[in-house]
T-cell receptor
Framework: AQKVTQAQTEISVVEKEDVTLDCVYE???????LFWYKQPPSGELVFLIR??????QNEISGRYSWNFQKSTSSFNFTITASQVVDSAVYFC?????????????FGTGTRLTVIP | DAGVIQSPRHEVTEMGQEVTLRCKPI?????LFWYRQTMMRGLELLIY????????DSGMPEDRFSAKMPNASFSTLKIQPSEPRDSAVYFC?????????????FGPGTRLTVT
C-alpha cells in the first residue's frame, strides 16, 4: 500500500525565515514518483516538482529546494527567505507501481502561513 | 494558453437532485483526472481517463457517481441522486502522459454544496 505522511499540519513563520516542510512516504514499489503541489488561497493546485525513485539528486529552483532521501523515505521541501506569497497549503504526493504512475496519493497537506 | 476549465465554479443543490460537473482539459493532454477534496478525507482520486477511456474508477464512491469523456476536450462527472455528504470541492486535472508522468495541471475546482 502507498502512504504519504505530512506530520506538520500547520506552520507559521515570519517573512524572510527559512522553513522546511516534511514528507515521509511508504511504498513497496521500486519505481515510484514523488511530487509537491501548492494550493494557494485561491484554491487551485499548482504542480511544483516531480522526482523519480532513481534520482536522489537534490534540486533547487530559486528559493525552493527539495531533499530526497531514500534511506529515510523522505522528500522534504525547503523555502528559503519565505515571502507572504508562499502562504498556502502544500501537498506531497506519491505514485507508481501497480496503481500506475498517474495515480497520485496525496498527503494531508501542510498549511504554511508567512507573517509579514 | 488556457488552463483546465471547470464549470460551474459553485453549485448549490438540494438532496436528491442530479448534479453535473464539467471539465475541459488542456489541449493536447491525453490524461484526465477527477478528484474530490474534503476536510475529512483530503484529496482523493475518483477516476482517470487516458485517451478518453476510463482507466481506473476504483475511487468512485458508489453507483451514484458516474463520469464520461465523450471526446478529448470534454468530460463530465455526474452525481445522481446527490446527498449532503457529497459536498466537497471537485477538481479536474489533465496531463500529458509521455515523459511527464504525474505532472498534472488542475482546474480551479467546483465547490458543491448539497443541502
Amino acid at each position: 500500500a502507498q502512504k504519504v505522511t505530512q506530520a506538520q499540519t500547520e506552520i507559521s513563520v515570519v517573512e524572510k525565515e527559512d522553513v522546511t516542510l516534511d514528507c515521509v512516504y511508504e511504498t513497496r514499489d521500486t519505481t515510484y514518483y514523488l511530487f509537491w503541489y501548492k494550493q494557494p488561497p485561491s484554491g487551485e493546485l499548482v504542480f511544483l516538482i516531480r522526482r523519480n525513485s532513481f534520482d536522489e539528486q537534490n534540486e533547487i529552483s530559486g528559493r525552493y529546494s527539495w531533499n530526497f532521501q531514500k534511506s529515510t523515505s523522505s522528500f522534504n521541501f525547503t523555502i528559503t527567505a519565505s515571502q507572504v506569497v508562499d502562504s498556502a497549503v502544500y501537498f506531497c504526493a506519491l505514485s507508481g507501481g501497480e496503481t500506475g504512475a498517474n495515480n497520485l496519493f496525496f498527503g494531508t497537506g501542510t498549511r504554511l502561513t508567512v507573517i509579514p | 494558453d488556457a488552463g483546465v476549465i471547470q464549470s460551474p465554479r459553485h453549485e448549490v443543490t438540494e438532496m436528491g437532485q442530479e448534479v453535473t460537473l464539467r471539465c475541459k482539459p488542456i489541449s493536447g493532454h491525453d490524461y484526465l483526472f477527477w478528484y474530490r477534496q474534503t476536510m475529512m478525507r483530503g484529496l482523493e482520486l475518483l477516476i482517470y481517463f487516458n485517451n478518453n477511456v476510463p482507466i481506473d474508477d476504483s475511487g468512485m464512491p458508489e453507483d451514484r457517481f458516474s463520469a464520461k469523456m465523450p471526446n478529448a476536450s470534454f468530460s463530465t462527472l455526474k452525481i445522481q441522486p446527490s446527498e449532503p455528504r457529497d459536498s466537497a470541492v471537485y477538481f479536474c486535472a489533465s496531463s500529458k502522459g509521455t515523459g511527464l508522468v504525474g505532472e498534472q495541471y488542475f482546474g480551479p475546482g467546483t465547490r458543491l454544496t448539497v443541502t
